[in-house]
């Protein structure tokens, strides 16, 4: 069963490192979309995926359940991403961010119920996001071109690359036993875009070209990850015709598009990425 597993991560990172390697041999308008046309493909194709599977599903979650369920299900998992978001934090530096990070997923683990209630955020302990990607952003490292890769959506090279190891140090991913893995993987997935349903129409409203505006948010919220704030956003690829005003509804339609195109993020904070994203 680990070799099972350890052949999935194989996969995906030849996957990642194939899209680098073509991103240096195609060329675009957009300098940091040199790969426009396969990904363009590609996010057709996971759009598909999604409308055909995956929102289904959740919306049959979303129906069987209710919302204090649902409530427990996403704290439990935001609780299981907390170890490897303290670990990026400290690596980035932060150590009292990564400190906090730990306090929350002792707290909650255990006066939580195992995450089912989020303790620490009504104690002042604020939930962060980090990962591999930001880390090597803090070191220094380019992002590389844009590509979108099969079911795993929106990446740069740097995101890519580095996500093999997000994967290994999500504990879902981590599961041995192949059966339990892939269900609590499932739930996750199901969870997460349960949360993002209706964000389609609001977006389809605020952009002409969904793919260019996706790409832009993606970009520009990494970049503003990366700098924990400094760098301010800006859509440098829309001008009056092509996208509506910024504005926070358009704002969270955007990260909930690129949420639920990114299937391995999707079921940890896509309601509170999206809200965030809406704030600053």
Known sequence: MRNVFRSSRAGVAIAALSAALLAGC????NPNDPLEGYNRAMFSFNDQVDKVVIKPAAQVYETVLP???R???????GNLADPWIALNNMLQGKFAEGMSDLMRFALNSTWGLLGVLDIASEA????????????LGRWGVGE???IVLPFFGPRTVRDAVAMPADMMGDTPFSIDHVPTRNTVTGTRVVHGRSVLLGSERTLDEAAL???????????????????DGQQERVYEDFDEQSAAPLGDEVDSAAAAAVERLELVEI???AFDRARLSSTH
């Open 267 to 269: 079921g940890e904070l």
């Open 26 to 29: 195609a060329s675009t308008g």
């Open 67 to 69: 919302s204090p369920v």
């Open 144 to 146: 590389g071109a844009y």
């Open 71 to 77: 409530t427990g299900v996403g704290n439990v998992f």
């Open 209 to 227: 070209d969904r793919y260019a505006f996706v790409r832009d948010f993606y970009l520009e919220q990494r970049r503003y990850k990366v700098s």
């Open 124 to 135: 002042g302990l604020p939930k962060h996001d980090e990962d591999l990607g930001q880390t």
